[in-house]
């Protein structure tokens, strides 16, 4: 059995602050490499909350890697894990933004990117659509090698269209950073759907907290989800938790029954 210790980062961000919710990022991160984490995933959009755009507008998004992304990578390369950082970012070419998650490999390089393909309207308005959907090879240790996985953020596993390319592509694995809560839009069994469309698992990173009365995360779930059922689930309330558990890679399956959890 080859196991991987994962980590997610159920983060209550504070909106438009990006400086604390900055902050939470490198707590987080020394907490789950204390707690063995291989693999550490954060939420959509934690850097700067949902609706931030409205607060503190676009300006500030700059092409990454930034100075702040420069030392938070030292910081993942002096723990030596693999991170899925969710942080917008501006094209430097195109000029263009997008809500992207960059996977930080263990010696702290960016060895990938997806940038979310299905950007909403209103909140996401400043975001373009990703155009490129492929798996990206993620190191699981030195003997283990690779595996291709597939990053779904929040609303791109709302259908089969993004999740399925990535199947057909040869991923292994979904890993889906959200900012998804309950509620009238809430998930209502996309994340199942997705495992039974596709054959394949899916770690679904949420948050916690709220940002207006219409839009409260406090009862939004991390889910671990395998052939159309939830194994892993958990919510957090209004705090900040590492959500860690255990991971077979020969049957991609969860080892653990249920996280350990670790408040921040």
């Known amino acids: 059995m080859k196991s991987l210790r994962v980590a997610m980062l159920h983060l209550s961000p504070v909106v438009a602050d990006v400086e604390h919710n900055r902050g939470l990022a490198e707590q987080g991160l020394a907490r789950a490499a204390e707690m063995g984490a291989q693999w550490v995933i954060t939420p959509e959009l934690f850097i700067t909350g949902y609706k931030f755009a409205e607060v503190i507008g676009t300006d500030w998004i700059l092409p990454q890697p930034d100075d702040w992304m420069q030392r938070f990578c030292g910081q993942v390369a002096e723990h030596g894990v693999t991170v899925f950082l969710s942080h917008p970012e501006r094209d430097p070419d195109e000029g263009l933004m997008y809500n992207t998650v960059f996977v930080i490999g263990p ?158």
């Open 107 to 264: 010696d702290g390089s960016i060895i990938g990117r997806h940038r979310k393909v299905k950007a909403l309207r209103g909140p996401e308005a400043w975001s373009s659509p990703g155009a490129e959907i492929a798996p990206i090879p993620v190191p699981v240790g030195e003997i283990e090698g690779q595996v291709p996985v597939g990053v779904v953020i929040c609303a791109d596993a709302y259908k089969n269209d993004v999740a399925g390319i990535l199947q057909e592509r040869g991923a292994k694995l979904l890993v889906s950073p959200a900012s998804w809560g309950p509620g009238d839009c809430g998930p209502l069994g996309e994340w199942e759907q997705r495992t039974l469309d596709t054959g394949l698992p899916i770690m679904v990173c949420n948050r916690s907290g709220w940002e207006a009365d219409d839009l409260d995360f406090n009862e939004a779930v991390s889910v671990v989800a395998r052939d159309g059922k939830r194994v892993l689930e958990a919510y957090c309330g209004e705090e900040s938790a590492v959500l860690a558990f255990d991971w077979d890679l020969d049957s991609m399956a969860p080892i653990s029954d249920d996280y350990e959890v670790a408040w921040l």
